[in-house]
């Protein structure tokens, strides 16, 4: 058994690729027309087609993927993020065809995408929750009105299908929740195929807070600490870190201890990300949601902590892993993460497709890390997320993290698209953000000064 598939493409499927290696594993590809000659096509040992340009008649098409699997011999499937990762149709499709999952059992899957129902799950776990309300049905809103005034305004109509901001609407006043609700329902039915709603209070000063975690399967599971998340735009994250600046210490011993918790109630088994909003003001917290794959941020951790998260997804995978004991994983250091997209920060963050006419990073080194899935002369299109590449710092102290990171950035040399590198920069020289204020809030507050520099 040496053979795996990667179920995605881009930066996400070079990184899958860069572990394969590492453990002497025969790396598969997969590409659509548009990505015939992408970078991870030409880093994998072997690449198969799997149709179109368009990723809902490639590499979302579960069938095609699955079939690319078993003709090229594949022993593992390992989804990256996005795409397939958390459709646990996809994951007993694999098993039943008597491949491996490289991932958590679908059931698993099924418990976290389930936004209400992990609401549930991780109260009996004993893991804070915000106040909320059951689910609501499509067309059947006739008690929402009183459930909106039980929760209390603001509040999120959020889908129980929804997952990393999408499908998450906010109702700051009761007029407004019959309509909005009614929006969301109809968004949901269509993006998800589930149409049901709940409601969530609200946190106006909110952080964004997530631990990783890793389960063995057994009951048995550790948490790799927390990362930062609280700078965003539209629910999306911009720039991660580790660790969370000003959070107290009491409050992260108690945040990443509840996620481990979570993660052994449930005999998780791999990779996870429990999410957590934090109230700005007070610091209490409560759980959002658990991402059931590998994350976007997952290279924060690993430069903090000295792990290979992929690798030991893969090596639990092959039954090669022993659980690991707590006491071994240490956090040294501060680490940022910068998401670089082709996109137009001055024009509402449009993206910006075309050829990468010039395309340098900075070199790698002790510490910094590229994660990139483009090489100049390449194409970005308007088919896929637009980040071509992600920048990792680490430094023995935040305001360190930050200069080598500003550092970077100024050795970025990109053209024939826009980029938000410039952007990037403006908030890490931000004096809130150098002070440790950050919030979900940011951007939105500075947008006029970060986008006029």
């Avoid at 030409?42 to 008649?57: I, L, R």
């Avoid at 997530?210 to 994250?237: M, W």
Wanted: net charge negative.
């Amino acid at each position: 058994m040496n053979k795996v598939l990667i179920a995605n493409r881009g930066e996400i499927a070079c990184r899958i690729i860069k572990s394969c290696r590492k453990l002497g594993l025969t790396s598969v590809a997969i590409y659509s027309e548009a990505d015939a000659e992408a970078l991870h096509v030409k880093m994998a040992d072997e690449a198969y087609p799997v149709g179109p340009a368009s990723a809902k008649e490639s590499y979302l098409v579960a069938d095609n993927v699955l079939k690319v699997a078993m003709d090229s011999g594949a022993d593992f499937v390992h989804p990256g993020y996005g795409f397939l990762s958390e459709s646990s149709r996809f994951a007993r499709a694999v098993e039943d065809a008597g491949l491996t999952w490289v991932g958590p059992n679908p059931q698993s899957i099924d418990d976290m995408g389930d936004k209400e129902r992990a609401r549930e799950i991780a109260k009996v776990a004993g893991v804070p929750i915000l106040a909320g309300s059951p689910r609501f049905d499509v067309g059947k809103l006739d008690t929402i009105e009183q459930a909106g005034e039980a929760v209390g305004y603001p509040l999120l109509v959020k889908a129980s299908a929804g997952g990393g901001g999408i499908g998450m609407r906010l109702v700051e006043r009761p007029e407004q929740l019959l309509e909005i609700a009614q929006a969301t329902q109809s968004m949901a039915e269509k993006a998800f195929g589930d149409g049901t709603i709940f409601l969530e209070r609200f946190i106006a000063n909110a952080r964004h807070v997530e631990v990783q975690v890793f389960g063995f399967g057994n009951g048995e599971a550790i948490h790799l600490y927390e990362r930062d998340c609280s700078l965003q735009r539209r629910y999306q994250k911009v720039i991660e870190e580790s660790t969370a600046p000003g959070l107290p210490k009491a409050v992260r011993e108690k945040m990443v201890s509840v996620a481990a918790s979570l993660c052994q109630h449930q005999k998780y088994s791999g990779a996870g990300t429990v999410e957590f909003v934090v109230d700005a003001d007070t610091f209490d917290f409560f759980f959002l949601e658990m991402n059931t794959r590998i994350q976007v941020e997952h290279p924060v951790t690993e430069m903090c902590t000295g792990t290979d998260l992929v690798g030991m997804q893969i090596r639990l995978a092959q039954q090669d892993l022993a659980p690991i004991k707590q006491e071994s994983i240490n956090h040294q250091g501060h680490s940022i993460e910068c998401r670089i997209y082709a996109e137009n920060p001055d024009k509402n963050f449009m993206p910006s497709p075309g050829p990468l006419e010039r395309f340098k990073l900075p070199s790698e080194a002790h510490d910094l890390r590229i994660d990139c899935g483009f090489q100049e002369g390449d194409q970005v299109t308007f088919f896929y997320d637009p980040m071509i590449a992600k920048i990792i710092c680490h430094a023995e102290s935040r305001d360190r993290a930050i200069d080598r990171m500003i550092q970077a950035l100024e050795e970025v040399e990109i053209e024939g698209v826009k980029t938000n590198t410039k952007f990037l920069m403006s908030c890490l020289k931000h004096q809130d953000f150098g002070a440790g204020k950050v919030s979900t809030g940011f951007i939105g507050e500075h947008l006029s000064e970060l986008t006029n520099n």
